[in-house]
Each structure stands twice: as structure tokens, then as C-alpha cells.
């Protein structure tokens, strides 16, 4: 957010909510990787290795019953909301602004000072913000010791999110299980990081939007805004340039 819009009275409208099904899938794609431990059995098909039991296999887990928690909810909270209540997950949610009534699938919608409980109790933490000033490292050393140590990270939001020094410490000593990161900072990530290494991550490149879908959703929204505009309608996705998003 420039300060050039800041400072002028220009409405600015985002993309928000196009990418929301599948980044949700992104989502639950990582999660399952992870429940069936998918990683090391991908490494042995590269090496054409079929299964043995020598002790190397991950461990498995069922999401069904675990605690999912969500930390922005937005287009894509919301969708990932849903889904991950259809596997059977219970749901936690942060949210500045809570609604009166949680959104379906979602168990609880706590404010932004929630976010300790929610760390508490989660099994599974997923970082759906923008970054802005208010969001920088909102998971750092102290929130990280906060999780559970079965608890795994995504984000699929902005690198800037986590302390990826205090996160790097958190994976190789075993304070939590692992993490899903579809970003990082910086971006590309550097080939010598050590995130690419470590056995308890999956990085997926900043690719949780693509979807053959996408532009279909991003041109309807803006023909739609522009018949809105003509109108003197209310325009969808009027982005607060104070807030940032």
C-alpha cells in the first residue's frame, strides 16, 4: 500500500475471493500430505524404492476429531472453514472484527487478543492474512512456543507472517511437528535456506493460487464492478487504505 493512495481519495477494489476454493485445497492438500505422510514416500518413488519396514516412514495422523485453526477470516478462511468441517475437523477462527454468529463450519470466531487460545489449542495452525503493519510476525519465537508440539504451521499468506529465523529453530528442535509454507521471506527463497532441508517441510512456491479457474473468477469480478460503477452502486472489495487490505 503506497502512500500516494493513502494520501488521495481514490477508491481502490481488489482481487479478494477468486482464489479462496483452491488456496483452500492448497490448504487441506498440504495438511493430507502430511497425515499420510506423503513426503518420504514420494522421495522413495524417486528413488524407485517401494515401501519396507525399516523405520523410516512418517507418522500418520487422521484430521477427523483434530482442531484446525484459522488466523484470518476471510474469502479463504471462510472456504477453508467449510471444507476442513467436512473432514470432520473442529474449527477455531481469529478475526478482527468477529461476526455475531460464526460462519458455517466454524466453531468459534475469536478476536485478534484470542490468538494465544487458539495457538493452545490447535492441532493444526493456517495463516490466512494480508501483511500490513499490524500482521508483521505475528508468529514469532514466543507464539511458536505457545503451539503444541504435534501442532504443524501453513501459511498461504504472506511470507512477512513468521519470524522464519525463530520458525527455522522451532522445526530442527522439535517444538512443533512441521510446516506447509506456500510463501517465505524473501521470495524466491534462497537455494542455501535452510527450510528446503529440513524433513518436517513442505514448500510449495507461492503456487496456492494457480487454478485453470482463476481469471474466470478475476474478469467476472471486475465486469461486475465496472456495471456497478456505472450504476452508482456500492463496489465489491473496496479496500480500506488505512487498514491496508
Known sequence: MIPELRERPIVLTNFSGIHAPNIADHVLALLLAFARGLKPLLARQDRHEWRDDDGEAAPTFEPA?????????????????QKAHGLGMRVLAIQRHPPENPPPGVERVLPSEGLDEVLAESDHLVLCLPLTDATAHIIGEEELGRMRRSAYLFNIGRGGLIDQEALIAALREGRIAGAGLDVTEPEPLPPDSPLWDLPNVIITGHTAANTPLLWERGIELVADNVRRFLAGEELRNVVDTKAGY
Not at 476429531?65 to 472453514?81: F, K, N, P, R, S
Request: cysteine-free; glycine content about 30%; charged content about 10%.
Open 65 to 81: 476429531g483434530q482442531t484446525i485453526g484459522i488466523v484470518g477470516l476471510g474469502d479463504i478462511g471462510e472456504a477453508l472453514a
